[in-house]
């Protein structure tokens, strides 16, 4: 893999290491291990722990899989990181998305994939407290519980959603990280145009 620190190849990791990768490709396929999780290699334990976290995340909770991945990847985007959209436009594919509805989430449009009201709202306060948490209001949680009937469980999961991928955006971009051969999602065939933009139901400040 494309990487700034020198890291074995998979085939070629001994010790904490190799049992990390092991864990993870007993779960994804022999060779399936992302750069991220390729990079947490050289922290095996720590990195262990992330990927049981994730799971835990993913797999439990009051939200869908579908959603928390669907906004990763926006999350990605967002973030500029490229090598995370492969990664999880890949991930999501595996769950029935097609390209074109990776296409619409990279361009923060998830109407393709049919999300509630109360998900979309979910969704708008992600792309506010990703770019500037500081910002999320009071009145922000108050319109997502009294109006749209979410949750304080599933606003957290929402914002721990955040708050996972833009650590796997930072580890990967900033160690160098690149897509992997196994990635399914077609990066180049993306065109970013510009589509009218919804409005947002997260409250304005």
Known sequence: MKSHMDLPEIAEATGKRKELYDRIQAERGEGHISSVFQAYGTLPEVGMQIFDSQNELLDSGRLSRIFKVALMVAMSEVNKSDPCVSYLGSIIKKMGVTDEQVD??????????????????????????????????????????????????????????????????????????????????????????????????????
């Open 104 to 205: 619409a989430i990279r361009r923060l449009d998830v109407t393709p994939l049919g999300f509630s009201e109360k998900e979309q709202g979910l969704f708008d306060l992600a792309i506010k407290a990703n770019r500037e948490a500081r910002k999320v209001t009071r009145q922000d949680w108050d319109h997502l519980r009294d109006d749209l009937g979410a949750t304080d469980e599933e606003i957290m999961e929402t914002l721990v959603s955040v708050n996972t991928v833009h650590n796997f955006n930072l580890i990967t971009c900033a160690t160098g990280g690149g897509k992997e051969a196994w990635y399914t999602y077609n990066m180049e065939d993306y065109e970013p145009e510009e589509t009218e933009p919804g409005k947002s139901s997260v409250a304005a400040e």
